[in-house]
């Protein structure tokens, strides 16, 4: 017994569980229903997990005494305290539903649903859910299978089983399977009216997109047949009374509720037209009366029930106008001006609580989604779905939408149409407003997973979701571009000068008085030029100032303009595909070394709107093109200047790839593994720098022996360059060898390769505004002081008698990059043995390779550099992971094939798979490396000129943290993300390197 005044162990457990009215649920507690179970402690845990305790003990005992009997009430309890699945389900349910507690009262035998769940039940699909409703002969009988098929769905949901748009998807699977099963009623009831007529059921909305809600109107469309022989007058009003027959089984209120309303009111004409149409009705009136949201409306028209082959029919005739409805006249204004009626629409009082019409509602996204559809489907297949979240998905896969705002949006809509579902779930009411009262608010908040404090976690959460979608609504539903996509005509989009500035100001321009006069260059007058730059100006503006440098973009953007302006396919480039605008903006505010190559051959910009243009060129591509460029040309410099203009345009594909792929544009999705963004990146500038001292041969060649060196030549890459590891700014590394042709003197075969070397270092070194191709040779054998070019002979007997330890690592990255294949080939083999030396590396070259290392280490780093930022000498960064491969490769090489390689990640990862670095340690030394060549990549991107540290300036480094992917203000993380990661590198190197 409790003294008076004292509160007991239960109340006291109850408050800890979370229950708000702890004295009334202890005397549920203390119901006899409950009398066997009532201090089992799984059962407290149990009902304080859910999203309202109090209700869900509620529901419980009701259920419990609902039993027929008490050995059934004493057989539902055993089974409930000791089956953890059933105990989550079904109290689960009973916390967030009071209308499935509800159900359960009534039928309280459906709780043997909950029971088990079969591989194949976790995820139901319209079979399954025909099964469950197969023996419901009445309507009555097809609601309460309704129900029960309904409480399974949601228990997967609030378990957690199924995400948001799994549950949305069943919940479609079961609207389906119900659709069949009252059409079968109907039949059963006039089988007269079944034999004369063919009825089609097609689902709209979010039934016929998979993404139904708890509680939705159910939108279709009838489509009716005469069978062979039948009057068409008979049989129309014979599926007609089918139809509405079927739609009366649904959306009648009995004793045991109601399952849905079914709304035809979108068929042609709304609720003035005929239920029922024949198919050639229907396409008639699509062809000439059907208004702009009427072919929206179709886009997520799907057969569901009924004559499946007559509903394949009507979605085939009338998919292909969905498809061309962007070209309408008015096509875009008219959307906009439907989204714009839906809002003004909702009751003032409701727009802050409502969650699917008000601003940054769930209705933003679907028609920010379906407006992007429809301009961009009509060439791309792959958007042609009726489900929001899939089409955001092809969207940002076809580079219609940022990746990083598709991701945002995404996140977004599942949040909100989460909150949905929940609100709609707890009485089944059809409903889009968010509760005011603060025990609604807890549950729902407690059913989103939020436990500390409920009701402000989930309205800061909404509210945030809210304003991203808003966000992003305004940004990609209205923005003028789509216009002109649509309408394949400029737009009419004009900015005052006061407009202009105060957006520039508030975008972030620094100067926004300069900008102005860029602004004011680029939109002033009635040329078609300028009423295209109207039309784009508003969009680029905001992508600009999405970037670190918005005036740099702009004033790129001015530059571009003016030497291409009276160019037609610039302006339709511009115009026409969204992916080449963006792109450009992106690539001129990213920073000096891409705008600088652009601009000394702007025609490059078409690269930007070819949809395969940002790939790299293959090295073979490449070389033959430059050769050809090369032979086209007057005289050596002649050849090599052409040269130099095939690296020009290609060294900006490869940086206009890295700088879209590295945060992505609206049209361009991110390079998800920074890995294999470098890996391209480098290899491309291997590639083409390979291609380049090709063409520099052939000119060097050609211009005194013509076609034929007296000498088989060929060009070694060694360091990064044999690695296919070149940044923008790195030097290539190389060996020259040669080869007496047959019948040719050995000292005339010397002094022709020589002349061709010197004349090849001439060439390159020619004065020229593109970034330097300059060719390092001092890894040849004995450094500066031995001849820049040997014979493959004297490479034999040098590397046989003197070569050192160093020589034989440096040689681990050699790989042949330019001349006779066939030379270079048996250049490799000659080194193979020198570095991978049989039965690896002995004691005394292990010591004189680290103290080779720290010599470097100590005598190396620039005065002044900080250590722990030092991307290649510095602490844990390209030096230390490059060495300790490097280490692995000499002393396994000649027992792993696959260290043979001349590619550090490769290695690092064959090391990995041979077992000699553990998992961890090599994924910690990739990331450092990877890291490492992006921030060397990246330095020169930005300043125009290379550098193995952060740049020091304020804008610079802001546009280093954009091209690394962090948010703007945050580069203070990205140092301590690059020292932390770094750290951890050079601690690996010490265990494996040093053996410390």
């Given at each position: ?7 007991s ?12 009215d ?7 507690l ?30 419980l005992?009701r ?50 649903a909950?029971l ?34 309904l ?48 009825l ?23 489509v ?39 709304d ?27 208004k ?7 886009l ?7 004559d ?103 996140e ?20 889009h ?19 500390g ?52 100001e ?103 709107g ?69 890996d ?24 005194q ?9 060929a ?80 490479y ?60 470097m280490e ?27 491969v490097?280490?692995l ?23 990995h ?20 060549t ?63």
């Amino acid at each position: 017994m409790t003294v008076p005044g004292r509160r007991s162990s239960t109340f006291t457990r109850l408050i800890r569980h979370g229950f708000t009215d702890p004295a009334a649920s202890e005397r549920l507690l203390d119901e006899d229903a409950l009398a066997s179970v009532r201090h089992d402690p799984v059962l407290l845990d149990a009902l304080g997990a859910t999203a309202d305790p109090d209700l869900a003990l509620r529901g419980l005992v009701r259920l419990a005494e609902a039993q027929p009997d008490d050995d059934k009430r004493q057989e539902f309890l055993r089974t409930l305290v000791s089956a953890k699945p059933l105990r989550d389900r079904l109290l689960g349910v009973m916390g967030a539903s009071e209308a499935l507690a509800d159900h359960l009262a009534r039928h309280p035998g459906d709780w043997h649903a909950l029971l088990t769940y079969e591989a194949a039940d976790l995820h139901p699909g319209v079979a399954e859910f025909e099964r469950g409703l197969s023996e419901a002969e009445d309507p009555d009988a097809l609601r309460v299978a309704y129900r029960r098929c309904l409480l399974s769905i949601a228990a997967r949901d609030v378990c957690g089983t199924t995400d948001v748009a799994q549950t949305a998807a069943e919940l479609a699977d079961l609207a389906t399977a119900t659709l069949r099963a009252a059409l079968a009623i109907a039949r059963r009831a006039t089988p007269a009216d079944a034999a004369q007529c063919r009825l089609a059921v097609v689902a709209m909305g979010k039934c016929g997109g998979h993404e139904l809600n708890y509680v939705s109107d159910v939108d279709v469309i009838f489509v009716g047949e005469a069978v062979d022989g039948a009057d068409e007058d008979k049989a129309m009003r014979a599926a007609t009374r089918l139809a509405a027959h079927l739609m009366r089984i649904c959306s009648e209120t009995t004793g045991e509720g109601v399952i849905w309303p079914v709304d035809a009111n979108l068929r042609p004409e709304g609720r003035n037209g005929p239920l029922v149409r024949s198919l050639s009705s229907h396409v008639a009136y699509y062809q000439r009366w059907a208004k702009t949201w009427e072919f929206q409306a179709l886009l997520k028209a799907r057969p569901v029930a009924g004559d499946p082959a007559l509903g394949e029919e009507y979605v085939a005739a009338l998919s292909p106008m969905v498809w061309q409805a962007a070209e309408r006249e008015n096509f875009v204004p008219d959307v906009q001006k439907m989204r714009r009626r839906v809002v003004d629409n909702i009751p003032v009082g409701q727009v802050e609580r409502e969650l699917k019409l008000g601003p940054g509602g769930l209705r933003d996204v679907e028609f920010a989604v379906q407006l992007l559809q429809l301009v961009h489907g009509r060439s791309d297949a792959s958007l042609h779905s009726g489900s929001t979240l899939e089409a955001l998905q092809a969207l940002a896969a076809g580079g219609y939408v940022g990746r990083a705002d598709a991701a945002q949006l995404d996140e977004a809509y599942r949040f909100l149409r989460q909150m949905e579902h929940r609100i709609q779930l707890y009485r089944l009411r059809r409903t889009h407003l968010v509760p005011e009262g603060e025990a609604d608010l807890r549950r729902l908040g407690r059913s989103l997973g939020m436990r500390g404090e409920p009701v402000t976690q989930l309205q800061q959460a909404w509210r945030r979701h809210a304003s991203v979608v808003r966000r992003l609504h305004e940004k990609i539903f209205y923005r003028p571009l789509l216009d002109a996509v649509a309408q394949l005509a400029p737009g009419e989009t004009r900015l005052s000068p006061r407009a202009a500035g105060q957006r520039l100001e508030a975008l972030g321009y620094a100067d926004p008085v300069g900008a102005l006069r860029h602004l004011e260059a680029l939109s002033s007058g009635v040329t078609r030029k300028a009423a295209i730059q109207r039309t784009l100006l508003p969009v680029l503006l905001g992508w600009f100032a999405d970037s670190a440098d918005p005036d740099a973009g702009l004033l790129g953007f001015r530059k571009v303009s003016d030497a291409l302006g009276k160019t037609p396919w610039y302006l339709r480039l511009l115009r026409d595909e969204g992916a080449a605008a963006e792109n450009l903006a992106r690539v001129l505010s990213a920073g000096r070394l891409a705008p600088d190559l652009l601009l000394r051959a702007p025609e490059a910009v078409a690269i930007l709107g070819d949809p395969k243009g940002l790939q790299p060129r293959g090295r073979d591509h490449l070389e033959q093109e430059v050769l050809a460029a090369v032979g086209r040309a007057d005289g050596a410099e002649g050849g090599v200047a052409a040269a130099r203009g095939v690296r020009r345009r290609e060294l900006f594909r490869t940086t206009a790839a890295d700088i879209i792929g590295s945060y992505g544009t609206e049209d361009s999705p991110a390079e998800s593994d920074p890995g294999a963004l470098v890996d391209r990146v480098c290899g491309a500038v291997s590639d083409l720098n390979a291609a380049t001292l090709a063409g520099a041969l052939r000119a060097s060649v050609r211009e005194q022996w013509g076609d034929e060196l007296p000498t088989r030549f060929a060009v070694i890459g060694m360091g990064r360059f044999g690695g296919h590891e070149l940044g923008y700014g790195s030097d290539a590394d190389v060996l020259f060898v040669h080869e007496p042709r047959e019948g040719v003197d050995e000292q005339e075969a010397a002094q022709a390769a020589n002349k061709v070397v010197t004349e090849m270092r001439r060439l390159l070194q020619l004065p020229t505004a593109d970034p330097p191709l300059l060719i390092d040779a001092d890894l040849r054998p004995e450094g500066r002081s031995g001849p820049l070019v040997r014979s493959l002979k004297s490479y034999e007997a040098y590397y046989r008698r003197w070569s050192l330890v160093w020589e034989s690592q440096a040689l681990l990255r050699a790989d042949p990059m330019a001349g006779d294949p066939d030379l270079g080939r048996r250049f490799i083999e000659l080194v193979d043995p020198l570095r991978y030396p049989v039965e690896g590396l002995g004691d005394d070259a292990v010591r004189e390779i680290r103290r080779l290392k720290a010599r470097m280490e100590s005598e190396r780093m620039p005065r002044g550099a900080d250590p722990t930022l030092h991307t290649k000498l510095g602490r844990g960064g390209l030096s230390d992971v490059e060495w300790t491969v490097q280490l692995l490769q000499m002393q396994h090489g000649w027992a792993e094939p696959g260290l043979r390689t001349t590619r550090t990640r490769a290695a690092l990862a064959a090391a990995h798979a041979a077992g000699l670095i553990p998992t961890e340690e090599a994924q910690i030394l990739d990331e450092a490396w990877v890291l490492a060549t992006r921030v060397r990549n990246g330095v020169m991107l930005v300043r125009g000129r290379a550098g193995d540290t952060f740049p020091s300036d304020g804008r610079e480094l802001a546009a280093m943290g954009r091209y690394l992917g962090y948010d703007p203000g945050h580069v203070g993380d990205m140092l301590d993300d690059y020292r932390r990661i770094t750290r951890r590198a050079r601690a690996v190197m010490e265990e494996l390197f040093y053996g410390a």
